[in-house]
């Protein structure tokens, strides 16, 4: 059974940093690109960053670039977002979700974790 | 990028088939077959219910269909079920990003 399960979410003020954990199972997790969507409250899925397989491609929404970055680690099963100047907008549900081809779809979505910015 | 338009709101009785728009431009829906619908249930993670276009995931209802004509996508919810009630998101690939949504359209039973 495909898992993805998130962590490291939570109160944070602005212009602070934190970093998103998604660890996933029940499939080879290099043979997937994978990538994060957010929801803030009461509003509609953002589309936020993925990465290719290997981890030499990255893309992100033009409004978080500069400030996050996603990375993983094969070994470990895992993909990150680190979030840095952080600010109240960027407040939302964030989503790991599995791509199987990069640009095709998310076939699989962890459960979710919030992030809210404020002072 | 702007996101893909829906309407934010399509409603029918049970029974009756209902049809989600979304619209978009040549460099998203217009230029490319990778065309996605997901469901969302208030506090739930999405759920991918069709890709490409019109393919089904394994286990979702065959009353789910994808179509699209020019830059227009649409999911139709045919023989509506109370427990089709909830959030739609299209969503393409893009020349500009890699990835837009759509607006959502929260679908009602009546």
């Known amino acids: 059974e495909v898992q993805l399960v998130e962590s490291g979410g939570g109160l944070v003020q602005p212009g602070g940093s934190l970093r998103l954990s998604c660890v996933a199972s029940?499939?080879?997790?290099?043979?997937?690109?994978m990538g994060w969507v957010r929801q803030a409250p009461g509003k509609g899925l953002e589309w936020v960053a993925d990465i290719n397989k290997d981890g030499s491609g990255k893309y992100y929404v033009d409004s978080v670039k500069g400030r996050f970055t996603i990375s993983r680690d094969n070994a470990k099963d895992s993909v990150y977002l680190q979030m840095n100047s952080l600010r109240a907008e960027d407040t939302a549900v964030y989503y790991c979700?599995?791509?199987?081809?990069?640009?095709?779809?998310?076939?699989?979505w962890g459960q979710g974790n919030l992030v809210t910015v404020s002072s | 990028q702007s996101a893909l338009t829906q309407p934010a709101s399509v409603s029918g009785s049970p029974g009756q088939s209902i049809t989600i728009s979304c619209s978009g431009t040549?460099?998203?829906?217009?230029?490319?077959?990778?065309v996605s619908w997901f469901q969302q249930h208030p506090g739930k993670a999405p759920k991918l219910i069709i890709y490409d276009v019109s393919d089904r995931p394994s286990g979702v209802s065959s009353r789910f269909s994808g179509s699209k004509s020019g830059n227009t996508a649409s999911l139709t919810i045919s023989g509506l079920q109370a427990e089709d009630e909830a959030d739609y998101y299209c969503?393409?690939?893009?020349?500009?990003?890699?990835?837009?949504f759509g607006t959502g359209t929260k679908v009602t039973v009546l």
């Open positions: 040549t460099s998203d829906i217009g230029g490319y077959n990778f």
């Open positions: 969503n393409s690939y893009t020349t500009t990003t890699l990835y837009v």
């Open positions: 029940g499939f080879t997790f290099s043979s997937y690109w």
């Open positions: 979700a599995r791509d199987p081809e990069g640009g095709l779809t998310f076939d699989y």
